[in-house]
């Protein structure tokens, strides 16, 4: 949590490097937690660490991340909205599609609108 919360706030600062150096620190530790159920700590690192990349105009980086989050739980409809955006943002218009669909699929039932 120090992590997350330290990245975030240099991301605040302008520090978007620090950000995602940071964010990628938290996401290796919170790989190392071991596994458990529920989980000690539920909040989804890479999640957060691909929208900072997104932002910073490194969509391909942001790509690999949500894949990486996705072979994890594969119908995550966050990661799956996050790479669609990626692959938009590289061009990649039928790769995108696609994830734009699976995340249809996975976000049919719920009551929020990303």
Known sequence: AHK?????????????DRQIAGLEEAVAAQDELDY???????YPVRQTLGRALLDAGRAGEAE?????????????????HGLARSLEAQGKTAEAAE??????????R???EI
């Open 99 to 108: 994830a734009t669909a699976r995340f249809d699929e996975a976000w049919a």
């Open 110 to 112: 719920a009551d929020y």
């Open 36 to 42: 458990m159920e529920p989980p000690y700590w539920y």
């Open 64 to 80: 690999v991340v949500y894949r990486q989050d996705l072979e994890r739980v594969p119908r995550n409809g966050w990661s799956l």
């Open 4 to 16: 997350v919360l330290a990245a975030q706030v240099a991301g605040l600062a302008g520090g978007r």
